[in-house]
């Protein structure tokens, strides 16, 4: 069975600064890890994902992701958090021949303040 | 040009009713599931269809009937509503089951109440 662990599920940060939201996993098979962003009363939008490869991922919105296997982590960073990156943001892990079912965490939500 | 589109965006609807949920994208995909998500924002997969067929049902009650007509399209009937269906429900399609093309497109939600 595949679980995810967000641990906190409310992070703030100020405008500007290190945005770090974390995933652990847990998986017996090589897993496919995927973050989510969900603004309000809408859907999930894709914001990377790593299946395999390199480690460290880019996505949109200048979010990066790096697989660390041996932490079994999947944590999402930015740089620099802007204003419109506050949102609900879902760690979700799958593998292959899971007939690509993903189990998702319990999100996290960002709030930026200026 | 919207790719998983889900009608109606809301639906308020009395205890014992039966109501549908349709589904459709527009990215050629093989795969499309339905998603539950509750007042805590926890995501939990319900079924899933490859070309019309189904491949995960997770232990959802059998009030809740999926139906493929076409690989396009993933329509969700639930008979007997009860104040528990109360969630947003989301649909979502991948290009394939196989490969690496895993990642899941989802659609705006529907928002069903239950009075």
């Known amino acids: 069975a595949q679980s995810v662990t967000q641990l906190g599920s409310h992070v703030s940060v100020s405008e500007g600064a290190l945005v770090l939201l974390r995933c652990n996993y847990s998986s017996s098979v090589p897993p496919y890890l995927f973050w989510y962003v969900q603004y309000p009363n809408q859907g999930l939008q894709l914001l990377l994902k790593?299946?395999?490869?390199?480690?460290l991922v880019k996505g949109i919105n200048g979010f990066e992701a790096e697989f660390k296997k041996s932490e079994t982590s999947f944590h999402l960073t930015k740089p620099s958090a802007h204003m419109s990156d506050a949102a609900e943001y879902f760690c979700?892990?799958?593998?292959?021949?899971?007939?690509?079912?993903?189990?998702f965490g319990t999100g996290t939500q960002l709030k930026v303040e200026l | 040009d919207t790719a998983v589109s889900q009608t109606p965006k809301y639906l308020v609807t009395q205890m014992g009713n039966d109501k549908s949920i349709k589904c459709e994208q527009n990215l050629g995909h093989d795969t499309m599931y339905w998603y539950k998500q509750d007042s805590k924002k926890f995501l939990k997969i319900m079924f899933s269809y490859n070309n019309k067929e189904l491949i995960i049902n997770e232990t959802v009650p059998n009030r809740f009937s999926p139906k493929s007509p076409d690989k396009a399209h993933l329509n969700l009937h639930i008979n007997s509503l009860e104040l528990g269906d109360s969630a947003v429900y989301f649909c979502?399609?991948?290009?394939?089951?196989?490969?690496?093309?895993?990642?899941?497109?989802f659609g705006p939600g529907t928002r069903l109440t239950v009075t």
């Open positions: 979700a892990v799958g593998y292959t021949g899971g007939g690509n079912k993903l189990t």
């Open positions: 979502a399609s991948s290009p394939s089951l196989t490969g690496q093309k895993y990642e899941q497109y």
């Open positions: 790593y299946t395999t490869g390199a480690t």
